[in-house]
């Protein structure tokens, strides 16, 4: 039976065979499986870069055991021999392996890096091969102490030879036409006369004889004076391998490999793949949603550790600071790191949430920090307890503390986002301890829209749906008027009755008003009720709320802090609420972090255009597929979901 290995090198397999054997999902064993992608690497010009991705993170345990078997191919061999391939953990097993020969071990040698040499000279094999010793003793990165114990070890084969002379008489490879000439000046001297190889052995022989007395002697390593003209010479810094995220910086990887990169499936330590990871985050467009969910299901232990060294990178130490971006779990790491500044202490003292108020509020660095404590003083999720707190910690200094509305005043310029950033997940379970947070939150509400509230203080609870039947029947009461006036007969429904005199409505219900269902309720208040009960009501009375015909009573419910994102789904969804509504969703960054609002407002015709159109470039392909198939959403939708869809069917075909 032929082997898969076989098929491929005949080209025989379909192109989605060739698909699944360079990123190794064929089921063959390991030992072919490589095999079949070192032959895709070097011999493939479709899919050799994906085989090659597919290689560098393959398992090192099975790489292992191919590695030392003496049956591997040399191809394989020879793969990952090239420097450009070579990882430390595979060396061992390679120098172990009788099938990789001596001119293997000498191209090893030159290109080892200081790790590899020190794997070299610990190997056995190596220590009695003398070429691969006199070629190591030339490598550009040797340390001071690792060319003294190549040395010692030349010294046990009788001389030690120039470091500079053994880069001179190795060249790196012998070409075709060197060797040719090299056989070519042999056959020459072996078809000479015996006159002729008389002379040459005897023209030496003088020198031989005055030189036989003298002990042998070790040639002293010689370093030629650097020409003006020429190069420096390679010093170990200088010829070091850049770091993967200069590469990516400088956007010299394929996309393949930046796709592993998004991932976080590059085989770099945690803290370089964390900084990539932030850095396409930060600064890639292509590849930048996929490094935040990277980031956002990364290890918290090695988050913990990267954010504690201080040597972590500020643009990593910024992200994790952001208020989308922060995990109560790394706060702590973030607050011991001497390399997190003031500045960013305060922006996290700006917007964090109760659970982060209380870390950082038993943090020693921030209690020695009066700045950061007054901007805490007028954090929006204090409860009772932690101000008290707050203020007894500001008595220590000397200046009296601060009150909680002059701090307030002092962080107005601060990015309004707290309120946004805080995700309920209990809503429903009221807290004693967030009454006085709530008073304030309708407080500010209320001065803030104050002119609007004055403008629709007589506006009463009106459901969207039932506003848009009224605009339209009055709409068509001018025509029927006019038709039943030429007629001289009064139109029905013309009111000969008079509207009797309507209830009163109150700002607060009495208990035997609060009697009834949700709606009776709500409709006995006036605006300003509206407005408190949709911060402070529950679910339902949020439900009802939310559609109401007054433009601020319906934004009121997006600024309840009881909110929750299954709720603001559904609203997103809706086609019975105001545009309005849906806008101001979007302009929330707690809320449009999540797919499902961000889906839910793109497929609902009652979405603005513009919205949608910002909107869509968030969409996951197949989403787009639907949207470009939806026929309740305008044509403006529609055809630009079906140009985005194309494009990204023709980036995945391609990738």
């Known amino acids: 039976m032929s082997r898969m290995i076989d098929a491929v090198r005949k080209s025989a397999l379909p192109s989605n065979m060739m698909q699944f054997a360079a990123r190794g999902a064929l089921m063959v064993p390991p030992a072919e499986m490589i095999e079949i992608l070192v032959y895709l690497a070097v011999h493939n010009p479709v899919f050799g870069s994906q085989a090659k991705a597919t290689l560098a993170g393959w398992n090192v345990k099975s790489c292992l055991e191919v590695l030392a078997n003496p049956a591997t191919p040399k191809e394989v061999l020879n793969y990952f021999t090239d420097p450009a391939n070579l990882g430390p953990g595979l060396l061992p097993a390679l120098l172990e392996n009788p099938s990789v020969g001596e001119d293997l071990l000498v191209r090893l040698a030159r290109s080892a890096t200081s790790e590899q040499v020190t794997i070299l000279l610990e190997n056995a094999r190596v220590s009695g091969l003398r070429p691969v010793l006199e070629v190591l003793a030339g490598n550009p990165y040797l340390t001071p102490t690792l060319k003294a114990l190549v040395q010692q070890k030349l010294s046990e084969f009788g001389s030690v030879p120039a470091s500079s002379s053994v880069a001179e008489t190795l060249p790196p490879l012998p070409a075709p036409e060197a060797e040719s000439k090299t056989a070519t000046s042999l056959e020459t001297h072996s078809n000479a006369s015996p006159e002729a190889a008389e002379k040459v052995v005897a023209e030496p022989a003088k020198e031989i004889t005055a030189q036989a007395d003298k002990p042998p002697a070790p040639v002293e390593a010689t370093t030629p004076p650097p020409s003006p003209s020429a190069p420096p010479s390679p010093t170990r810094d200088s010829q070091r391998a850049p770091s993967m995220i200069d590469a990516i910086r400088k956007s010299a990887l394929p996309s393949n490999i930046m796709q592993f990169a998004a991932r976080g499936a590059l085989m770099v330590s945690p803290a370089e793949m964390i900084e990539i990871l932030v850095y396409l ?143 309920a997940t209990s809503p429903e379970t009221p807290a004693s301890d967030a009454v006085e947070t709530d008073e304030e939150r309708c407080d500010r509400f209320m001065a803030e829209h104050a002119t609007e509230i004055a403008a629709g203080a007589d506006k009463e609870f009106a459901p969207v749906e ?17 038709a039943a006036a030429s007629a001289g007969v009064q139109p029905e429904g013309t009111a000969t009755q ?83 509504v849906l806008r101001g969703i979007s302009m929330k960054r707690r809320f449009i972090k999540q797919y499902p609002i961000v889906r839910n407002l793109t497929f609902n015709s009652r979405t603005p255009i513009d919205v949608a159109l910002g909107l869509m470039k968030n969409l996951l392909t197949s989403d787009l597929r639907h949207l470009a198939g939806n026929k309740e959403v305008s044509d403006t939708v529609r055809k630009l979901a079906t140009k985005m869809f194309r494009q990204k069917a023709a980036t995945m075909k391609k990738s």
Not at 364 to 375: K, N
Not at 466 to 482: G, H, L, T, W
Not at 503 to 517: I, N, T, V, Y
């Open 466 to 482: 039932y506003i848009d039947e009224i605009a339209a029947s009055e709409a068509e009461a001018p025509v029927a008027q006019a």
């Open 281 to 423: 985050a930060k600064h890639n467009p292509v590849f930048g949603s996929q490094a935040k969910m990277t980031l956002a299901g990364w290890n918290v232990a090695l988050c913990r550790d990267a954010l504690a060294n201080p040597a972590t990178p500020r643009e990593v130490l910024q992200y994790f600071t952001d208020p989308d971006n922060l995990r109560p779990a790394l706060l702590s790491a973030l607050l011991e790191n001497p390399s997190v500044s003031d500045d960013l202490l305060l922006r996290l003292a700006r917007s964090a949430t109760r659970e982060q108020v209380t870390i950082l509020v038993d943090s020693a660095r921030v209690c020695g920090l009066r700045p950061v404590l007054e901007v805490l003083a007028g954090n929006p999720y204090l409860t009772p307890a932690l101000k008290t707190r707050i203020e007894e910690k500001l008595s220590m200094f000397d200046a009296p503390a601060p009150t909680s509305s002059a701090v307030a005043e002092t962080v107005a310029s601060a990015p309004a986002s707290a309120a946004e950033t805080q995700t």
């Open 498 to 580: 008079k509207p009797g005199p309507t209830k009163a409505k109150k700002s607060m219900l009495s208990p035997e008003d609060q009697r009834g269902s949700a709606l009776q309720k709500i409709s006995r208040l006036d605006i300003k009720g509206r407005i408190l009960l949709a911060m402070k009501g529950n679910r339902e009375e949020r439900s009802l709320l939310v559609r109401d015909g007054t433009k601020i009573v319906a934004l009121a419910v997006l600024e309840s802090p009881r909110i929750t994102d299954s709720e603001v789904e559904r609203f997103a969804g809706q086609k019975n609420v105001l545009e309005a």
